[in-house]
């Protein structure tokens, strides 16, 4: 089933945007009832807040606890949905999206639980984000979604897949830039920037708070939790840590951070070296790790 996105005023936009309102009612409905806990986010939020989306995306999209996609995995497969295969990408790290899709629904639904470049612990990510949450009424249901600093955030982030190529290929970074000038008070936007520095994105979100007129600071780096989440492990070491800011930031970034970590002295190299060899041994299998955490079903291609 083809994924492309529909012009938002096309008589096809108008039929995908309403299944799209039909099933964000639906999930939200369904993990309420099964104690899960669930945001909605993407084009679908965009107007409550006064934002404009350059189409209508074939996905409904919802950050979720990280320690819940298991059970809402569980949760739609008794409902006919399975896990698209993911596509090929670039980047060594495992997709951070989970895509699942029905053959008797033309959108899919997206789910984000670690977010790519939040590099402090995606449980706290999570947990500020519901806190900040509003809703909106769909079909009679009470649908989670994000707030309008948080609906800001997520559409200026371009690599949710975690594929730091794709940025330069299909950015909407401009197009939202405009209206977050015209959307944004003062007030709003130092909210902003203090929310992107509590949940760690000051790096991966630069352009956007450059773009606003504000200073992201120092560059942090993942944090153990953040590394162990990305990575589906139990422990991680400083080495891990070091591999995946390595791989999430940009190209620029990466010889500031060789620069502060690798020991001045030869036997402090050949270490450093060591721990390097093992923590890639350790990337190689996080795909494997991360699919074991999941309820075992077949895949769907797209």
């Known amino acids: 089933m083809g994924r492309r996105s529909e012009n938002d005023g096309s008589a096809r936009g108008v039929e995908l945007r309403a299944s799209k309102d039909r099933l964000l009612a639906l999930v939200a409905l369904e993990t309420e009832r099964a ?145 977050f000038r015209q959307a944004l008070s003062p007030a709003e936007c130092y909210e902003l920037l203090g929310l992107v520095q509590r949940v760690g994105g000051g790096e991966e979100l630069r352009p956007l708070l450059e773009g606003l007129g504000l200073d992201p600071g120092e560059t942090v780096l993942p944090d153990d939790e953040y590394t162990r989440w990305r990575l589906g492990l139990h422990r991680v070491t400083v080495a891990d840590c070091c591999l995946i800011a390595f791989i999430e930031l940009p190209a620029e970034k990466r010889g500031d951070l060789v620069r502060a970590k690798i020991p001045r002295t030869v036997p402090g190299v050949l270490r450093a070296l060591g721990a390097g060899v093992a923590s890639l041994v350790r990337l190689r299998g996080a795909g494997r790790r991360l699919a074991a955490l999941l309820p075992q079903f077949p895949t769907r291609a797209d």
């Open 35 to 179: 104690g899960l806990r669930a945001i909605a986010g993407g084009g679908s939020v965009f107007p409550i807040h006064g934002l404009i989306s350059p189409r209508v995306s074939r996905a409904v999209s919802f950050i979720i606890a990280p320690s819940d996609v298991p059970a809402f995995v569980r949760l739609m497969r008794a409902r006919g949905w399975a896990i698209e295969a993911p596509r090929r990408t670039l980047t060594p790290l495992p997709r951070a999206t989970l895509t699942l899709t029905h053959l008797g629904w033309p959108c899919s639904v997206r789910l984000h639980s670690v977010i790519p470049g939040f590099f402090n612990d995606p449980r706290f990510t999570f947990e500020e984000l519901w806190s900040r949450r509003d809703s909106m009424t769909l079909h009679g249901i009470d649908v989670q979604i994000l707030d309008k600093i948080t609906t800001v955030m997520f559409a200026a982030h371009d690599r949710l897949t975690g594929d730091r190529v794709r940025p330069s290929v299909d950015s909407n970074l401009q197009y939202f830039l405009d209206q």
